[in-house]
């Protein structure tokens, strides 16, 4: 005779209506990002992270980049949830590739962290990168004395993208040279992006008595 225990009933339920993986995406902006880099230093954090690489990472050319994040994410399988990690001009490939992509399906990058991105007007690309929201919440971090995009306009910039701004004065370009290899505090919002992505699944995916003996 079946067991009428509800308790017993939601963890069968919740081993049938279990999450999609969450994935860390590495998009590096001109020339990678070497062996010292805090992006090098954060996918080695996390099991199954995959690296975004380039054909060409000395020729920034905006549609080849972001058609290579698309290559990448479709690789995997289509309810894989990703939480993408960009920098310097791959933010740039990433806003681009939100902005082309085909509509949002079970998975795809749903959440992302976008440091230092480089200022689209130093490439002639300004009117090629979207100028309203980017679809998915997203955090942009800029720097006060960052050579590629002052802080002012990161903010200006992510405003128009409906992303959180995030200011962390003066660290330069947010690399190497300015000192950052293992970074702490990326690994603490990638950590966070990841949590938030597992609960909105596990709301998407409860099943009815789920949610009733959650409230």
Not at 28 to 49: E, F, K, N, R, V
Request: hydrophobic share 40%; charged share 20%; aromatic share 8%.
């Amino acid at each position: 005779m079946p067991s009428k225990d509800p308790h017993r009933s939601i963890s069968v339920l919740s081993r049938r209506f279990t999450a999609a993986p969450v994935r860390v995406l590495i998009i590096p902006g001109l020339h990678d990002s070497g062996p010292t880099h805090w992006q090098t230093w954060l996918q080695s954090q996390y099991q199954g992270a995959v690296r975004v690489k380039q054909q060409r990472w000395q020729d920034p050319d905006l549609d080849a980049w972001a058609a290579r994040i698309e290559q990448v994410v479709s690789k995997a399988s289509s309810d894989t949830l990703w939480i993408a990690v960009a920098h310097s001009f791959g933010c740039l490939a990433l806003t681009r590739h939100l902005a082309t992509r085909a509509p949002m399906s079970a998975g795809g990058i749903r959440s992302a962290l976008l440091v230092a991105p480089a200022d689209p007007g130093k490439f002639g690309l300004t009117h090629r990168i979207p100028q309203q929201g980017l679809g998915i919440p997203t955090c942009v971090v800029g720097s006060d004395t960052d050579p590629w995009m002052p802080a002012d306009r990161a903010r200006a910039w992510a405003q128009q993208w409906g992303s959180r701004f995030h200011n962390l004065g003066d660290a330069g370009h947010i690399n190497v040279e300015s000192g950052h290899g293992p970074w702490p505090w990326a690994r603490y919002k990638t950590d966070q992006m990841i949590r938030d992505q597992q609960r909105e699944r596990r709301l998407e995916r409860a099943h009815p008595l789920e949610l009733h003996y959650a409230v």
